[in-house]
Every structure is written in C-alpha cells, then in structure tokens.
C-alpha cells in the first residue's frame, strides 16, 4: 500500500487523497500541520490537523474522519438502528478504530454489553492519543470489550442470536475490507442477529459509486427479510451523500423511531431519521428495498 502522498506548494504542503483518482476527480488537502504519522503492519496512518476541517485521520491517504463534521455520520450510524430497536441490549461494532460509532452507541444507557472489533490496533492506540475528542470516554465504559481481531472471523465464530444491532463502520468496498460487503457476510451477520436485531453498514456514495452501491444493497436484500438504505451528508467525504444500507429480521428502519434518542445530540433527531429514508426520484430503485 502507498504511503501518504504529500505535496508540497509555495503555500504549504498538501495530502492527495488516493481514492478520489479512481472516481474521477482528485482531492487535495491542505495541511496546517502533522502530527503523527506510522506505518502499521496493515496501512499508512496518518493524523494532521486540516484548513477549516479540523484534525482528521486518514489511512493509506484516504480521509477516515475529520472533526468539523464526523458526528454527522457517526450519529447517523448509530442512532437509527439503535432509536429504533425496542429493546437493543448487546451490540457488537465491526471497524470504527477512531471511536466516532463506539462513542454514539454508549450514549444509549439500556445497552448491556457492546463488542468492538477493530483489525489494527494501531489505529484506536492513535486516535485514542491524537482524536481523544471522537471516541471521548467511551473506550473506558465498563459495558465495552474491544477485540483487536478480523471482523469476518469474529463473526463466523459468534453463536447464533447473541446481538441486538450489528454496526459496520469499516473500509470502503474494492478495499481489504471487501469480505465484509459479501454475501456469506451478511449471512454470518443474520444468524447472529436475535430476532428483531438489525445490521447498519457504510456504503459510501449513489453518485460517485452507484454501481457498488446497487451490487451491496442487492446482497443484503437477498438474504434478510427487511432491507433498504437510507442517506446523510457528507461535507467531509465530498460525496454528496453518503449512504447507509441495512438489513433486519424484524425490524423496518424506515418506519421511524420507536426510543427517545439520548440527550445532547448535534445532528440525528426523529424528524431527519424519517427524512433519510425519504429517496428521490433519480436515487428509487437503485437499492432494492424489502419490508
């Protein structure tokens, strides 16, 4: 994997983002200062302080997280499977390295036990220390066990029925992550679904990857009996919209919440979780949606 590509300028250095030059466009972004940078045994990591976007993460020079609006995604992981569940008690997070999702869910009080599996220890021992603001004290909640491990083989090896809500908060598809966009994943995550429990997963944008995005939420609609996607902005990521797919056995997201959401909150309420399902119509029939 390349190592982050700086560029520097007559008006400061500049970081390329990778992913971009496959989709047709390239991203440059303009760096006040870095901070910390290593080479992991998995990926480039690097954290820098960004213009106007805050310090940001990335890893093999795509953009993980960036302060100025992280909770927004993190938020809208999180909340609309959780506000939705009747009664979500044991979750377990696949990614999130940053803390961002692990953060959100700890917020909601009735959850007994999460499970969070980050493959590169590296990167939460560097977000812990350089973005402690993303994952705040929920690394210390006595309800979370993190698991440096494969987030496939990890799930293979669950029992059957022992979560609520599965969160996916992983690597983009055409990456290493790409076992977990597959459909003999989607059906290791239905079998260890309770009854009602539900899955959320990342899959990033309907304009720059809609093709991706179509073969992903076809998967998961043929192997649960409820599934669909719903959206959010993207100011970061610089995709338009980023998109969400999701699947249940029970449970219809799009139906809206069921649980007050918790307090404190700067993005998610009830009135924008309904709105994200609202598709337009050049979006209708690109994920199959079932319910």
């Given at each position: 994997m390349p190592e982050a590509n700086w560029q520097a300028g007559g008006d400061g250095n500049w970081l390329v983002e990778s992913q971009t030059e496959t989709?047709?466009?390239?991203v440059r972004w303009k760096i006040v200062r870095e901070l910390h940078r290593e080479r992991s045994p998995y990926q480039d990591i690097v954290v820098v302080d960004l213009d106007r976007f805050g310090r940001a993460l990335f890893l093999d020079r795509i953009l993980q997280v960036?302060?100025?609006d992280e909770y927004i995604y993190h938020e809208m992981l999180?909340?609309?499977p959780l506000c939705t569940h009747p009664d979500p008690r044991r979750v377990l997070i696949i990614?999130?390295?940053d803390g961002g999702t692990l953060r959100e869910t700890v917020k909601h009080p009735e959850i007994e036990h999460v499970d969070m599996v980050e493959l590169d220890e590296a990167v939460v021992r560097v977000c812990r220390q350089w973005l402690p603001a993303v994952g705040g004290n929920a690394w210390d909640d006595p309800r979370v066990r993190l698991h440096f491990a494969d987030g496939f083989a990890f799930l293979r090896d669950a029992p059957a029925e022992s979560y609520d809500v599965i969160l996916v908060d992983c690597s983009d598809p055409g990456t290493p992550a790409d076992v977990l966009y597959s459909e003999e994943?989607?059906?290791?995550?239905?079998r260890a679904l309770r009854e009602g429990g539900c899955l959320v997963q990342q899959a990033l944008s309907p304009f720059t990857h809609r093709e991706v995005l179509a073969q992903v939420g076809e998967r998961l609609a043929g192997v649960f009996q409820q599934a669909g996607v719903y959206y959010c902005p993207a100011p970061s990521y610089l995709i338009g919209l980023q998109a969400f797919v999701w699947g249940s056995r029970g449970t219809d997201l799009a139906a809206g919440p069921r649980r007050a959401e918790p307090a404190g909150l700067r993005w998610y309420t009830p009135?924008?979780?309904?709105?994200s399902f609202i598709t337009p119509p050049a979006l209708r029939g690109l994920v199959p949606a079932t319910r």
């Amino acid at each position: 994997m390349p190592e982050a590509n700086w560029q520097a300028g007559g008006d400061g250095n500049w970081l390329v983002e990778s992913q971009t030059e496959t989709i047709g466009f390239q991203v440059r972004w303009k760096i006040v200062r870095e901070l910390h940078r290593e080479r992991s045994p998995y990926q480039d990591i690097v954290v820098v302080d960004l213009d106007r976007f805050g310090r940001a993460l990335f890893l093999d020079r795509i953009l993980q997280v960036a302060e100025l609006d992280e909770y927004i995604y993190h938020e809208m992981l999180a909340h609309v499977p959780l506000c939705t569940h009747p009664d979500p008690r044991r979750v377990l997070i696949i990614g999130g390295g940053d803390g961002g999702t692990l953060r959100e869910t700890v917020k909601h009080p009735e959850i007994e036990h999460v499970d969070m599996v980050e493959l590169d220890e590296a990167v939460v021992r560097v977000c812990r220390q350089w973005l402690p603001a993303v994952g705040g004290n929920a690394w210390d909640d006595p309800r979370v066990r993190l698991h440096f491990a494969d987030g496939f083989a990890f799930l293979r090896d669950a029992p059957a029925e022992s979560y609520d809500v599965i969160l996916v908060d992983c690597s983009d598809p055409g990456t290493p992550a790409d076992v977990l966009y597959s459909e003999e994943f989607y059906r290791l995550a239905q079998r260890a679904l309770r009854e009602g429990g539900c899955l959320v997963q990342q899959a990033l944008s309907p304009f720059t990857h809609r093709e991706v995005l179509a073969q992903v939420g076809e998967r998961l609609a043929g192997v649960f009996q409820q599934a669909g996607v719903y959206y959010c902005p993207a100011p970061s990521y610089l995709i338009g919209l980023q998109a969400f797919v999701w699947g249940s056995r029970g449970t219809d997201l799009a139906a809206g919440p069921r649980r007050a959401e918790p307090a404190g909150l700067r993005w998610y309420t009830p009135e924008i979780h309904k709105a994200s399902f609202i598709t337009p119509p050049a979006l209708r029939g690109l994920v199959p949606a079932t319910r």
